[in-house]
């Protein structure tokens, strides 16, 4: 059976990604780290704003279930101004005209794109018998030590200072209804990922490979674990997001992903 793309799924898609955020903002306040995420809801949109430098600054699902009015958009920039940050909204294309609209009379710019993809899990099968013995879930106590893999990943180096700030990575680690993933190439942790469900819907995140590790089949095998886990625990579709053209795109392709649609970064300068 193919899942064709309406409607009905992107907005199932999106909200999961609003759902996942909150979850993200409900672990990371909770926990006592030495910071904080502020947050605005917006009729099934939410707006994130955690520093300056934080990867998760942006509003997502704007306009998926109704019209969106200009008095939304005007809270979501002064939710931005007001911490001196630039308006950032995710847009997707199933969205209301009235986003696109909108956004184009207030000066947003685009600023890059990202690719939603989904993978329908009841006709998809591993490809091997049994799952790559170097992948298994986290323990509580290895947190730490999947924050630095991750974290060092991201930032495309084998090892992260000792003294770098890891409270987006613990965040994501101790999300609800998400499970951190590790892979290890002889004995050493070397790549890790997430992978949260909710709604039949398996959402695969935070996966990155510490430099030396790569082009080594780490991030193959995290997808095929996390795919077979949520297979076996009810999902029905698998969604990842991934930058154009890079490697993570590849690997997804030749695991069965197919493109959903592509969301758009709309940028409007903060206001001085």
Same mark, same amino acid.
């Given at each position: 059976?193919?899942?064709?793309?309406?409607?009905?799924?992107?907005? !199932?898609?999106?909200?999961?990604?609003?759902?996942?955020?909150?979850?993200?903002?409900?672990?990371?306040?909770?926990?006592?780290?030495?910071?904080?995420?502020?947050? !605005?809801?917006?009729?099934?949109?939410?707006?994130?704003?955690?520093?300056?430098?934080?990867?998760?600054?942006?509003?997502?699902?704007?306009?998926?279930?109704?019209?969106?009015?200009?008095?939304?958009?005007?809270?979501?920039?002064?939710?931005?101004?007001?911490?001196?940050?630039?308006?950032?909204?995710?847009?997707?294309?199933?969205?209301?005209?009235?986003?696109?609209?909108?956004?184009?009379?207030?000066?947003?710019?685009?600023?890059?794109?990202?690719?939603?993809?989904?993978?329908?899990?009841?006709?998809?099968?591993?490809?091997?018998?049994?799952?790559?013995?170097?992948?298994?879930?986290?323990?509580?106590?290895?947190?730490?030590?999947?924050?630095?893999?991750?974290?060092?990943?991201?930032?495309?180096?084998?090892?992260?200072?000792?003294?770098?700030?890891?409270?987006?990575?613990?965040?994501?680690?101790?999300?609800?209804?998400?499970?951190?993933?590790?892979?290890?190439?002889?004995?050493?942790?070397?790549?890790?990922?997430?992978?949260?469900?909710?709604?039949?819907?398996?959402?695969?995140?935070?996966?990155?490979?510490?430099?030396?590790?790569? !082009?080594?089949?780490?991030?193959?095998?995290?997808?095929?674990?996390?795919?077979?886990?949520?297979?076996?625990?009810?999902?029905?579709?698998?969604?990842?997001?991934?930058?154009?053209?890079?490697?993570?795109?590849?690997?997804?392709?030749?695991?069965?992903?197919?493109?959903?649609?592509?969301?758009?970064?709309?940028?409007?300068?903060?206001?001085?």
């Amino acid at each position: 059976m193919t899942v064709f793309l309406n409607q009905e799924l992107a907005r !199932k898609i999106e909200y999961g990604v609003v759902r996942g955020n909150r979850d993200l903002v409900e672990a990371w306040n909770s926990s006592g780290f030495s910071t904080t995420v502020m947050t !605005k809801e917006f009729n099934h949109a939410l707006a994130i704003y955690g520093g300056a430098e934080c990867p998760v600054n942006e509003t997502v699902g704007l306009g998926m279930f109704s019209p969106v009015a200009e008095s939304t958009i005007e809270e979501i920039e002064r939710f931005y101004h007001a911490n001196h940050h630039a308006s950032v909204i995710r847009v997707c294309p199933l969205a209301h005209p009235s986003l696109i609209e909108l956004t184009r009379q207030r000066g947003y710019v685009l600023n890059g794109f990202s690719y939603r993809w989904i993978l329908d899990l009841n006709s998809w099968e591993p490809r091997c018998e049994v799952a790559d013995s170097r992948v298994r879930m986290a323990a509580k106590e290895e947190e730490m030590e999947w924050a630095r893999v991750v974290a060092a990943g991201f930032a495309d180096v084998d090892a992260v200072p000792v003294d770098q700030n890891l409270d987006l990575d613990r965040a994501f680690f101790r999300m609800q209804n998400s499970v951190p993933v590790l892979a290890f190439e002889n004995g050493v942790a070397a790549a890790g990922g997430i992978v949260a469900l909710g709604d039949e819907v398996a959402a695969l995140f935070a996966t990155s490979t510490r430099r030396s590790y790569r !082009k080594r089949g780490l991030q193959t095998a995290l997808l095929d674990w996390r795919l077979r886990f949520a297979k076996e625990n009810g999902a029905t579709i698998a969604t990842i997001e991934t930058d154009p053209g890079s490697n993570s795109q590849r690997n997804a392709e030749r695991m069965g992903f197919r493109l959903a649609y592509v969301t758009a970064e709309l940028v409007r300068p903060a206001q001085s």
